[in-house]
């Protein structure tokens, strides 16, 4: 499968502990993306990568969050000391395009919950 | 921040009917996207449409772009009810030509 694969898909934890998501991009895609969706909303971008570069953090992304994209492949999203609201699904997209003159491929998303 | 509005919220019709979403915006955009959202599921690129574009077709989809009333309709011909999902238009304005700004959404339910 050549998709974007995100782990993992579902993770539970409780207030304070930290965790890390994991997206694996299409691979000839130098373009990777993190949104974040909360129940009934639509995605909301929270930063952008061209290879290796992250080039836009937005604003969403408290001193909690870091994401990081080594090598310019696979990228990690760590939400450190949680809180209840983080709770929301995460996803990831690549592109080779930018998406003002190409599609963004999304995966499947990594579901929070905070307890 | 939500740059497209979609209506209605949610939409209820019968297997083989049309289904009509409307999106709108509220800035210039280079291009405005739709993308679907089964439950709990990734999202899956529709169709792109482009500023300098008033209509566009791709099996039973049709969108319009009415870039004057900063608008654009998504319609889903004869439906199924494997169209059940959300759907959701999309825009790139301005200098950000890297960040999708996404609205609400509109949640078709298309019954058997």
């Known amino acids: 499968d050549t998709g974007v694969s995100q782990n993992p898909r579902h993770k539970i934890t409780k207030r304070g502990q930290n965790v890390t998501f994991r997206c694996d991009p299409i691979?000839?895609?130098?373009?990777l993306y993190w949104y974040r969706q909360t129940l009934g909303q639509g995605p909301e971008f929270l930063t952008y990568?061209?290879?290796?570069?992250?080039?836009?953090k937005s604003r969403l992304l408290s001193d909690r969050f870091s994401a990081e994209r080594p090598k310019g492949s696979f990228s990690t999203l760590e939400i450190q000391r949680t809180e209840q609201g983080d709770s929301a699904m995460y996803l990831c997209?690549?592109?080779?395009?930018?998406?003002?003159?190409?599609?963004?491929?999304f995966g499947e998303g990594s579901r929070l919950t905070v307890l | 921040s939500q740059q497209g509005e979609e209506d209605p919220q949610a939409l209820s019709i019968q297997e083989g009917e049309n289904a009509t979403m409307n999106c709108s915006y509220k800035?210039?955009?280079?291009?405005l996207q739709w993308y679907r959202q089964n439950s709990g599921r990734g999202l899956v690129h529709l169709i792109l449409?482009?500023?300098?574009?008033r209509e566009k077709h791709s099996g039973r989809l049709r969108v319009t772009l009415d870039t004057s009333k900063k608008s654009s309709s998504l319609l889903i011909t004869a439906s199924r009810a494997a169209d059940t999902a959300s759907y959701f238009c999309?825009?790139?304005?301005?200098?950000?030509?890297?960040?999708?700004?996404f609205g609400k959404g509109t949640l078709l339910t298309v019954n058997p």
């Open positions: 997209a690549s592109s080779l395009e930018g998406p003002d003159t190409g599609e963004l491929f």
């Open positions: 691979s000839e895609h130098n373009r």
């Open positions: 990568f061209q290879n290796e570069a992250q080039l836009e």
């Open positions: 800035t210039s955009i280079n291009n």
């Open positions: 449409i482009r500023s300098n574009e």
């Open positions: 999309a825009t790139v304005s301005g200098g950000s030509n890297y960040k999708l700004t």
